[in-house]
């Protein structure tokens, strides 16, 4: 206990010098640093490695099942009833424009307009192509943002189409949620434990959307087009690497590359439904690769500061090489089935780009290539409020989810326990799944720390990776190795009297990465560090985790992990992929990861209590775990035969 006090005040000195430079903190670069190097990492994965048509057709399945999973689509949802609902027709500019509602899900209601020529009573009808319009941000308020891109409603309907414009979940005429991590106060980390994004209820809505377009008569269901602008432009990508009913895709500014997003920071300048959860540390190209060999028109402009010229070149390099595989007959030559076009400009539809997306549409679904295309600025836009799906407030209905539908998407995992006799095999299977869903190749990629002397005595300087430094105060007993949290905000005083009551022989205190002299920058928005980590394929908690194993190899002694809050979960789970921890404590744990600590989809796996009975027979000590959440934890230690081995005071 001699040096428990020094170490506590210089711990919490140098916490509160870093903190007084507020437009600099000590770890700053070495997070940039490090995102950078992972960027790198994973943009070099270019088509998941393959190098022929062959072995791309061969991971294809797999892939397409990969990326379903990571938009929190897979298992693929039921297709429950759309309960399809007309509720008012307009006539404009020579079409017909229904007001249109389905359900994508039970209580996840779409509004929509579609647009469709106008019909002589007495003639047949004919099966017409048809174009799932997906919005941009553009907010028009309680009209929904389909209203704002009505020009090209009228362009499709008057030039043969049927066309469904869709309202996004955030800026619909029943709002819901997209900034669920970006900027909100407080942000829904949780979001990253469930692995929800409002990317899936885009995609999803979209897939529902051609499900309503092929059950009208006036629709040919080979005949499925989607495109869409920024928030739409990726939807685009999201819709048509989901729905092979897709036939031709034209994304308008709707995709960069994790060097972009990440290195270049632009992140910074998107919500959070641009993106999915990179579970599998995909080169983010390969998202788009999937709607190859289908047509695909990449439309961006030149002076796009959200999608640079830089990004757009090396995706279509990627994909070039890709359909070229496809098409022997492009022989190096840009293939028949991949098209782009640039317009001079910022961040926005002009003349020149529409005229582009609309022959393109026609030369694939249509087969026309000859027709002379007008721009579709010249239809006056109509009144928003004539577009309306509902009308008043009081015709909403009374039981849309949209705006709590981030509560819902994706269930949580219902875990069963064990048999009696069976907790082995089931302990393996879960942990399993946690590295497939949460920890991918945690086991293989930790190496063990490098330990230094740092600038303070009795303070070491370790790199758990490289370029990532944490750091080791030798404050006593060097078998108990106590972490702390990123959230810890105990004054010197408390802490002291704390560490007094609960250490009398003292400990090794440890901090992961970001946490106290290690900091780095945090403002919401843009949430930059915490939203980059998802598209490398981790959360920066998981990454704790590594650091606490990667610490523990380097050190002598046996340890006993301690932590208080979350970061007694993050010990806990350390002490699942590091079988050298003999005992943890655990002290006032959050009861879920709802709460934190965050790790990418492990809601979908388990919560809190089940993880911590994972340890059995690992002794644990839950302090402050008399909660019955808490119970479950008991249960499995029982069904492990070590019900002995667990103290909860």
Not at 52 to 70: C, S, V
Not at 203 to 208: E, F, K
Not at 241 to 264: C, I
């Amino acid at each position: 206990m001699r040096y428990l006090c020094v170490s506590i005040l210089c711990l919490f000195s140098l916490t509160l010098s870093a903190q007084d430079n507020k437009d600099k903190k000590p770890g700053d670069e070495m997070i940039e640093k490090y995102l950078a190097a992972e960027t790198d990492k994973l943009s070099a994965k270019v088509l998941d490695g393959a190098k022929t048509i062959d072995e791309w057709k061969a991971n294809r399945p797999r892939l397409y099942q990969e990326f379903m999973d990571m938009l929190g689509l897979w298992p693929i949802p039921e297709k429950t009833p759309l309960k399809a609902t007309k509720t008012g027709e307009i006539e404009a500019h020579g079409v017909v424009v229904e007001s249109v509602h389905f359900q994508s899900k039970p209580g996840l209601y779409v509004t929509a307009n579609v647009y469709r020529p106008k019909f002589d009573a007495s003639a047949k009808r004919k099966q017409l192509p048809a174009i799932v319009y997906v919005c941009g941000h553009s907010s028009k308020g309680r009209d929904g943002n389909k209203t704002a891109f009505q020009d090209h409603g009228f362009w499709f309907a008057n030039n043969g189409y049927v066309c469904i414009i869709l309202d996004t979940l955030q800026l619909g005429e029943i709002p819901g949620l997209h900034h669920g991590t970006y900027g909100r106060v407080p942000p829904r980390w949780w979001w990253h434990s469930i692995g929800y994004s409002p990317a899936a209820v885009e995609c999803w809505n979209g897939v529902r959307a051609i499900d309503y377009l092929v059950s009208r008569p006036d629709v040919d269901p080979a005949k499925i087009g989607v495109t869409g602008i920024s928030g739409g432009g990726a939807a685009t990508f999201w819709i048509a690497a989901a729905d092979e009913r897709v036939k031709v895709a034209v994304p308008v500014s709707g995709m960069a590359d994790l060097e972009t997003y990440v290195k270049n920071k632009v992140i910074n300048g998107h919500c959070d439904c641009m993106f999915l959860y990179n579970t599998y540390q995909w080169d983010w190209t390969t998202i788009a690769a999937l709607v190859a060999p289908r047509p695909m028109l990449f439309a961006n402009s030149d002076k796009d500061p959200i999608f640079p010229m830089d990004a757009n070149r090396r995706v279509m390099a990627k994909l070039h090489k890709l359909y070229g595989m496809y098409d022997e007959k492009a022989q190096g030559r840009p293939s028949l089935g991949l098209a782009e076009y640039v317009s001079p400009g910022g961040h926005d539809y002009r003349p020149d780009l529409r005229v582009a997306i609309f022959k393109f549409i026609n030369k694939h679904l249509k087969g026309d290539a000859t027709t002379k295309v007008e721009d579709s600025a010249r239809y006056t836009p109509l009144e928003g409020r004539k577009l309306r799906v509902f009308p008043t407030d009081d015709d909403l209905p009374k039981d849309a989810l949209n705006g709590r539908i981030d509560e819902t998407f994706i269930p949580a995992a219902k875990v069963v326990l064990p048999e009696k006799g069976k907790y082995a095999e089931w302990k393996a299977g879960m942990i399993a799944r946690l590295k497939q869903q949460s920890f991918r190749g945690i086991s293989n990629t930790v190496s063990v720390a490098k330990l230094r002397k740092g600038e303070q005595i009795f303070f070491k300087d370790v790199e758990t990776e490289l370029g990532i430094s944490t750091w080791l105060f030798d404050a006593g007993d060097d078998t108990i190795l106590f972490v702390l949290a990123e959230n810890e905000k105990k004054a010197d005083k408390d802490w002291n009297a704390w560490f007094q009551k609960n250490f009398p022989d003292g400990a090794f205190l440890y901090g992961p990465r970001g946490v106290v002299t290690n900091a780095w920058t945090s403002k919401s928005p843009p949430n930059y560090v915490d939203r980059s980590h998802l598209l490398l394929g981790m959360t920066i908690d998981q990454a704790r985790v590594h650091d606490v194993c990667s610490t523990v190899r380097a050190l002598p002694k046996k340890q006993k992990l301690m932590g208080q809050g979350q970061a007694g979960i993050l010990a806990a789970y350390a002490a699942l992929f590091e079988p050298s921890i003999k005992e943890v404590v655990v002290i006032d744990p959050p009861k879920s990861h709802k709460d934190g600590p965050h790790f990418l989809n492990v809601l979908r796996v388990l919560d809190i209590p089940e993880a911590l009975g994972l340890l059995a027979p690992t002794p644990l000590t839950i302090i402050g775990g008399r909660d019955p959440a808490f119970d479950r934890t008991a249960e499995i230690y029982r069904l492990a035969g070590a019900a002995d081995k667990l103290t909860r005071k």
